[in-house]
């Protein structure tokens, strides 16, 4: 396949989907060594405004403050992060790497017919953030690539961007149970 293998640059940080993340979390720092960042909530759109359906700890890996681990819990019955255990089961949801260059990144996927959860690349304009993920049906788990802005500093996910991503998800998942998953099918 023409450009392929894809020039990966530095891994980034991984996402756990977990029934409970305060117990996952305990785990990882107690016993792991990982350390505590933060706890952030989010509305990805299946809470009520001003309540929040996802719940992430963010933990750097041990000994390298540079790489995270998100550990994050659906917290309605319509979370896509809920409907996503129940379809997939709990562990790893992604695992993300930076490209120097996500636009051409995504249309070498995309001329070699590789699955993504979206058409478009998600890009968040104030931080420079710009994000796909590679769908898992090759890999066992979802890969995410992500391009952050040198000219805005180190590109950090907002709650706009983590929605964005959300969205993919459930079009994924309502096109697996469709039986639709090739690139061209998903939203």
Request: aromatic share 8%; with cysteine.
């Amino acid at each position: 396949m023409k450009n392929l293998p894809l020039n990966l640059g530095r891994f980034d940080h991984y996402t756990l989907i977990v029934p409970n993340a305060e117990e996952c979390t305990r785990f990882h720092i107690e016993v792991l060594g990982f350390e505590w960042v933060r706890k952030h909530l989010v509305n990805a759109g299946s809470a009520p405004e001003g309540k929040y359906d996802m719940l992430n700890h963010l933990l750097h890996l041990p000994g390298d403050k540079s790489r995270t681990l998100v550990i994050t819990e659906g917290l309605t019955d319509n979370s896509i992060f809920r409907k996503y255990l129940s379809t997939y089961g709990a562990g790893i949801h992604h695992v993300a790497y930076e490209v120097d260059n996500l636009e051409a990144s995504f249309t070498i996927l995309q001329n070699a017919n590789i699955p993504l959860t979206s058409k478009n690349i998600i890009h968040d304009p104030l931080s420079g953030l710009q994000q796909v993920f590679i769908s898992k049906e090759s890999t066992g788990y979802f890969i995410e690539l992500i391009e952050r802005s040198p000219s805005t500093g180190k590109g950090v996910f907002k709650e706009k961007n983590i929605v964005q991503l959300a969205n993919t998800m459930n079009s994924y998942l309502d096109n697996n149970k469709a039986g639709n998953l090739h690139p061209n099918n998903i939203e």
